[in-house]
């Protein structure tokens, strides 16, 4: 059974490039004031594109 994973995201790092919203398959994501945030987390299914394609390793899932 997999572990469940809390999304994380490191606003500091964030540039807004929007490139975690294009490859995120649930809608998870979107950006406000030029940084990312996380819209509906319930409808995260922990898939890592997010973070696979994060550039400035700003979005992660892991952590408490």
Same mark, same amino acid.
């Given at each position: 059974? #997999?572990?469940?994973? /809390? %999304?994380?995201?490191? #606003?500091?790092?964030?540039? +807004?490039?929007?490139?975690?919203?294009?490859?995120?398959? #649930?809608?998870?994501?979107?950006? #406000?004031?030029?940084?990312?945030?996380?819209?509906?987390?319930?409808?995260?299914? !922990?898939? +890592? !594109?997010?973070?696979? /394609?994060?550039?400035?390793?700003?979005?992660? %899932? +892991? +952590?408490?």
């Amino acid at each position: 059974m #997999k572990t469940l994973e /809390r %999304l994380n995201v490191e #606003k500091e790092l964030c540039k +807004g490039c929007g490139i975690c919203v294009a490859f995120c398959p #649930k809608n998870v994501l979107e950006i #406000k004031d030029d940084k990312v945030v996380i819209k509906d987390l319930d409808s995260c299914i !922990q898939c +890592g !594109q997010c973070e696979l /394609r994060c550039p400035d390793y700003a979005i992660y %899932l +892991g +952590g408490k």
